[in-house]
Structure formats: C-alpha cells, structure tokens
Nanobody
Framework: VQLQASGGGLVQAGGSLRLSCAASGIIFSIYSMGWYRQAPGKPRELVAAIIRGDTTNYADSVKGRFTISRDNPKNTVYLKMNSLEPEDTAVYYC???????????WGQGTLVTVSS
C-alpha cells in the first residue's frame, strides 16, 4: 500500500503548480482522497478533499484558487493550485481515507515553497 506524491517545488507568488498522488495497493475508487498541508510550526490542516462521488470540499483559504480532482482508472488524485501565495508554503501530504473501515493512509509529502 503506497501513496506517492509529486509535483512540489519553488514558485513565485501568483504562480501555479499541480500536485499528483498515485496510489497503489488499494481499491482506489472506494477511498475518499484528500490533500493536507503542514507549515513550519503549525498543525497539519486539510486543504481539499474529494469523496467517491466527486463531491469536493475545500479550506476557506484556498477556495477559488485550488482544485482537487481524481482519475480512478489511473489511481491518481490531483491538486491544481493557482494564484499561489507565500502563505501556501508547506509540505503537502496526500491522504486516502476509507469511510467504512476508518483506515487512513498517508503519502510521504511534497514541499511547496512560494516566494514573494
């Protein structure tokens, strides 16, 4: 069972990045998928989530700027981040949650740095 996140990097404020998270070893389509982030000295927070039926929810701070999507045949979830701000700088983690069993699976994190 593995979640492999990628796509992080250094970008200027106002720029864009797309994060990807490829899952293996799970029945991807039955999991709710989410992106969390953790900035230095701050707790991990939910950024965006997408459940099995493509219903999405977002943190207020990213609404209108970030878009989460999933490709079930590719076992991959994406986070498109536009209009990035220095406050978006954090390690971004991919999460898979099984609503029936309560199992949570975490990826290794990918660093996003937004310069002002």
């Amino acid at each position: 069972v593995q979640l492999q996140a990628s796509g992080g990097g250094l970008v200027q404020a106002g720029g864009s990045l797309r994060l990807s998270c490829a899952a293996s070893g799970i029945i991807f389509s039955i999991y709710s998928m989410g992106w969390y982030r953790q900035a230095p000295g701050k707790p991990r927070e939910l950024v965006a989530a997408i459940i099995r039926g493509d219903t999405t929810n977002y943190a207020d701070s990213v609404k209108g700027r970030f878009t989460i999507s999933r490709d079930n045949p590719k076992n991959t979830v994406y986070l498109k981040m536009n209009s990035l701000e220095p406050e978006d700088t954090a390690v971004y983690y991919c999460n898979a949650h099984n609503n029936w069993s309560g199992i949570d699976i975490w990826g290794q994190g990918t660093l996003v740095t937004v310069s002002s």
